[in-house]
T-cell receptor, first 113, second 111 residues
Framework: ETGVTQSPTHLIKTRGQQVTLRCSSQ?????VSWYQQALGQGPQFIFQ???????GRGNFPPRFSGLQFPNYSSELNVNALELDDSALYLC????????????FGPGTRLTVL | QKEVEQNSGPLSVPEGAIASLNCTYS??????FFWYRQYSGKSPELIMF????GDKEDGRFTAQLNKASQYVSLLIRDSQPSDSATYLC???????????FGQGTTLQVKP
C-alpha cells in the first residue's frame, strides 16, 4: 500500500459525457502526476501538479484538465469523452525533494461506451 | 522510434533461475531510470531506480545502467512464481517529473 487513494474504482460513461476522477496523495507528498494506461501498454503521462499549478503536460488534448487543492489532493477532468479514452487512469504522488520516487494509487478504470 | 523500448515477452524462466529484463531508451540526456512491477489488474509498484552507470542491488533485484549504450536492465535472482508480473521500465524526461514508460515485459516464473 502506497497511501495514495483514488476514486472511483470503476466508472462507465457514454461518449460525449464528462468525467471527474479524484486522487489523494500520500502523506508528506506535494506533487501529483496523472497517467493514462491503455490495455497492454505502459502508462502515458498526462500532466503533473505542484503547489496547485500545472507543472508539465504530456501529449493530451485540452479536454483533459486538472486541479490540485491546498491539501495536495487532485482531480482529473475529461470532457467530451471518446471511446479511446477507455483506460486505467493512474495518479502518482511524490515529494518535491524526491521527485524521482513516484508512488501510484490503485487507479480508476474508465469505460466509455 | 519509441522513446523507451522493451520486449513485450512473455519471458519464461524456471523457479530459482535469474530473470533478465532489458530496456533501451532514445534520449541521451536522460538521467534517472526506474523499474516498476505491475500485477494483472493492479497499479505499478516501484521496485527501484538508478542514476549512475553500473549496478545497484536491492535484495534479489539488481538494476544495471549503461548510458553509453542507452540501456538499462533488471536482474531478478532466485525467481519465484510470485515474481510473475509485467515489468515496466521508465525514464525521467529532462528535469521534469514526467516519466516515459516502455510497454512492459511480461515475466512468467514456472514452478
Amino acid at each position: 500500500e502506497t497511501g495514495v487513494t483514488q476514486s472511483p474504482t470503476h466508472l462507465i460513461k457514454t461518449r460525449g459525457q464528462q468525467v471527474t476522477l479524484r486522487c489523494s496523495s500520500q502523506s508528506g507528498h506535494n506533487t501529483v502526476s496523472w497517467y493514462q494506461q491503455a490495455l497492454g501498454q505502459g502508462p502515458q503521462f498526462i500532466f503533473q501538479y505542484y503547489r496547485e499549478e500545472e507543472n508539465g503536460r504530456g501529449n493530451f488534448p485540452p479536454r483533459f484538465s486538472g486541479l490540485q487543492f491546498p491539501n495536495y489532493s487532485s482531480e482529473l477532468n475529461v470532457n467530451a469523452l471518446e471511446l479511446d479514452d477507455s483506460a486505467l487512469y493512474l495518479c502518482a504522488s511524490s515529494s518535491r525533494t524526491s521527485d524521482n520516487e513516484q508512488f501510484f494509487g490503485p487507479g480508476t478504470r474508465l469505460t466509455v461506451l | 522510434q519509441k522513446e523507451v523500448e522493451q520486449n513485450s515477452g512473455p519471458l519464461s524462466v524456471p523457479e530459482g533461475a535469474i530473470a533478465s529484463l532489458n530496456c533501451t531508451y532514445s534520449d541521451r540526456g536522460s538521467q534517472s531510470f526506474f523499474w516498476y512491477r505491475q500485477y494483472s489488474g493492479k497499479s505499478p509498484e516501484l521496485i527501484m531506480f538508478i542514476y549512475s552507470n553500473g549496478d545497484k542491488e536491492d535484495g534479489r533485484f539488481t538494476a544495471q545502467l549503461n548510458k553509453a549504450s542507452q540501456y538499462v536492465s533488471l536482474l531478478i535472482r532466485d525467481s519465484q512464481p510470485s515474481d510473475s508480473a509485467t515489468y515496466l521500465c521508465a525514464v525521467r524526461w529532462g528535469n521534469t517529473g514526467k516519466l516515459i514508460f516502455g510497454q512492459g515485459t511480461t515475466l512468467q516464473v514456472k514452478p
